[in-house]
């Protein structure tokens, strides 16, 4: 997903917001204020103003309200409150799975004192008055959600609250100042009055919104910071969620692509008489990425591409012919070789040959798949002049530029619709928008061939996970010297692994000095009071499509710094927690939350039972802080991570709920990719085709996760991906306790347990 040093250099896709959203609005990306758009038949509405455009006009062009489609509402914004009192608040980020639609919520009910039973959600439509706070562009990514809406939200529940009050001030004829708010209504303790929000809107709608509202002091919140049960859950379990595979339009049809077997490969010729002879099939053609088929069902799609996959023939370029195993001993040699320099802190070469000890280890890792459950999918529903696409998405607004471009229609012709999402991982936000680029072509081949009802493009896993984009292959070379105290005076680390930022807009922001960011991440500037410090980083072009896992660089990162230092503490002779301990500066949040994980854990302290070991690590990312102990043990020869504690700061918890899940779900993504997780590559093709080789954690696998969340109050992080990189490590560092084997390479179903 977005890397988290976005976070602090929003600039970084300055470049993107040009490439990708009309000049017209892109000026109006510099200031923002509100505004309440009202009709009195529809309640109080409170949107965003985007400057350049009137007020009104703004908000109501750039976000089109999606119950609107339905007949229900008019226009839209990121509130709005109805006559019969209930509060519909607009979502703007990806709901896959993190919570957003819950916590989000939050933070607009809590400055509105909002009756959270009356709080409803709909996924807003794409638009610029929905982008991204710092990132200027409609996303969700990078952990960010909450922390970049923290303020922005809030003052849009401070705003309506004010408009309220000051409409039950002007019905009562009494001053604002005397009113109060709870529980939407507004009261005047003095001669008991109360009143329903509901019943204040219309007067409300009339009113101007004041330039500025006080926000409330933290101490005074009743929704933040409480354990609040999510809003979208029944909808989960009763079906009613709508996801990108559940979107039926009238007249709907269904697509599948025949895709090249060899990443580039392009069709020279094919047959498509054996498809056609399939029951149900509408048409069969070319497209970009392959040979499409249409049908009027998935099952009669998938049989026709079965009959014409053999008739295919395909030009295949000679760099796709790429070999996993012969590139990952391509990187081990590179990695022995000086890199472009990530960090240099001292003089590391000069205090390794004067140390006492030195001590060598290479880490490797593996291709990773995203493997969301929902596999891609995208409905099209192209018309004359206009068009209209239901997708789950993380790059709405890149989507939405790119679905105009392929469509040959202006942007405003083209409206988005964001479905839930059933797990993106960073797999659905795709600078080249591949899943949506290739419905459009379909789309638009479809009404050449005179279809004009919406085209439903499904990938199947298999599609997915032998259709390119995966966290690249990475290899760590590490060196660190001793003193003659056992203290750590020199780490040089050497990176090898592609470079996915690399040709894309982020380019100029993110790779300074032929170093990637992204690749050395949570390596290079190290937390750790080492003096002498030498990061070097090498990015050989490969022709795999790459992109953003969850946690970006920090899955590799975290699994080299924290087991060397493991490996480190051991060479000393000294226990790594206490190593740690005396390379963390004592005031550090990595500090802080190690000491509170071992404190709840009983590590070093609580006798485990008999083959068990404890191991340890702590690694910040997107802002927050997480050090975990895992408890592990082998049963019948394999494996078995029996807890993980896990304790976190994240600046402001507002639902700490949320964060609770989304710890314990980066410790299964995690153990998931430690235990099996592993795409290879042999003459160019992805070897593994669906879950029964690019397995998962079972239920049986599950270790139970206790989370500590620490409410600091410090600055605000992300939670999304923070849990996932430090459970690399404290699973191989038990392992090692418990067997005195270093593992250094990933999955562990590689290694020999005997």
Not at 558 to 565: G, K, N, P, S, T
Request: proline letters at 6%; charged letters at 20%.
């Amino acid at each position: 997903m977005i890397t988290a040093s976005l976070r602090e250099n929003p600039a970084a896709l300055s470049t993107f917001r040009v490439s990708v959203v009309p000049p017209a609005t892109a000026a109006d990306w510099s200031r923002r204020g509100f505004l309440k758009a009202a009709g009195t038949s529809v309640g109080l509405v409170i949107a965003f103003q985007f400057t350049g455009k009137p007020a009104r006009a703004a908000a109501l062009d750039a976000a089109k309200n999606p119950s609107a489609a339905s007949g229900t509402f008019a226009p839209n914004a990121f509130l709005r409150i109805a006559p019969d009192g209930s509060v519909t608040i607009f979502i703007n980020h990806a709901e896959m799975g993190q919570g957003i639609i819950t916590a989000l919520p939050m933070l607009i009910a809590e400055e509105l004192d909002a009756d959270w039973s009356k709080v409803r959600t709909e996924f807003a439509s794409t638009a610029p008055a929905y982008n991204h706070s710092a990132f200027g562009i409609q996303m969700t990514g990078g952990s960010s959600s909450t922390w970049s809406e923290y303020e922005r939200l809030r003052t849009a529940g401070a705003t309506a609250r004010a408009l309220l009050v000051q409409a039950a001030a002007d019905q009562w004829k009494l001053p604002a100042a005397e009113l109060s708010t709870e529980n939407s209504h507004v009261l005047h303790t003095a001669t008991g009055k109360k009143i329903s929000y509901g019943d204040l809107v219309e007067h409300a709608a009339k009113l101007t919104p004041p330039e500025k509202v006080a926000l409330k002091d933290p101490k005074n919140f009743r929704l933040l910071g409480k354990p609040t049960r999510r809003l979208d859950s029944r909808a989960k379990v009763t079906g009613t969620a709508e996801f990108g595979l559940d979107v039926k339009q009238p007249g709907v049809l269904t697509a599948v692509v025949a895709r090249s077997p060899a990443f580039g490969g392009k069709v020279e010729t094919f047959d498509p008489a054996p498809s056609l002879a399939v029951p149900g099939v509408k048409a069969v053609f070319k497209v970009p990425s392959g040979v499409a088929i249409i049908a009027e069902n998935f099952w009669a799609a998938k049989r026709a591409r079965d009959a014409v996959i053999s008739t295919i023939s395909w030009k295949l370029s000679d760099d796709a012919r790429i070999d996993s195993d012969k590139q990952a001993a391509q990187f081990a040699a590179l990695a022995k070789t000086p890199g472009n320099i990530a960090e240099k802190t001292g003089d590391a070469e000069a205090a390794l040959k004067s140390a006492a000890k030195t001590i060598e280890a290479d880490y490797a890792v593996p291709y990773l798949a995203h493997a969301p459950m929902e596999p891609l999918n995208a409905t099209v529903h192209l018309r004359d002049g206009e068009a209209e696409i239901w997708t789950g998405t993380q790059f709405q607004t890149v989507d939405h530029m790119t679905a105009a471009t392929v469509l040959a229609l202006k942007p405003d012709k083209v409206q988005l619709h964001t479905t839930f999402l059933g797990g993106g991982f960073g797999r659905r936000a795709t600078p080249a928008s591949d899943w949506i680029v290739e419905a459009c072509h379909i789309a638009k081949a479809a009404r050449t061939a005179g279809i004009t009802v919406p085209i439903k493009t499904v990938w199947t896993r298999e599609d997915d996970l032998a259709g390119g984009y995966y966290r690249p292959m990475f290899h760590h070379r590490l060196v660190g010297g001793l003193d003659a105290q056992g203290k750590v005076v020199a780490w040089h680390q050497t990176i090898v692994g592609q470079s996915f930022i690399a040709g894309t807009p982020f380019e100029a922001m993110m790779i300074k000095n032929g170093v990637d960011e992204t690749s050395v991440e949570g390596a290079a500037h190290s937390v750790y009071k080492i003096p002498a410090r030498l990061v070097h980083a090498h990015s050989p072009k490969v022709p795999v499509p790459t992109l953003w896992w969850r946690s970006v660089g920090h899955t590799h990162t975290a699994l080299a710094v924290e087991c060397f230092i493991d490996e480190l503490a051991h060479a000393a002779g000294r226990n790594p927690l206490d190593l740690r301990r005396e390379l963390l500066p004592p005031e550090s949040r990595q500090r802080r939350v190690l000491d509170l994980a071992i404190e709840k854990s009983g590590y070093g302290k609580t006798k485990l039972p008999a083959g068990r070991a404890h191991g340890i690590a702590v690694h910040e990312s997107f802002g927050s802080f997480v050090a975990q102990v895992a408890e592990v043990s082998l049963e019948d020869g394999w494996p078995r991570v029996h807890r993980i504690t896990a304790a976190v700061d994240c600046g402001t918890a507002v639902n700490p709920l949320t964060i609770e899940a989304q710890v314990q779900g980066s410790v299964i993504y995690a153990l998931s990719a430690i235990l099996y997780g592993e795409i290879t590559l042999k003459d160019g093709r992805v070897q593994q085709s669906n879950f029964h080789q690019y397995q998962v954690a079972r239920m049986n696998e599950a270790p139970v996760v206790d989370v500590h969340v620490i409410a600091t109050g410090d600055k605000m992080g992300g939670i999304g991906e923070t849990g996932v990189p430090p459970t690399f490590a404290a699973v191989l560092n038990g392992l090692f306790t418990l067997t005195g084997k270093r593992i250094r390479s990933l999955p562990l179903s590689h290694a020999d347990w005997s």
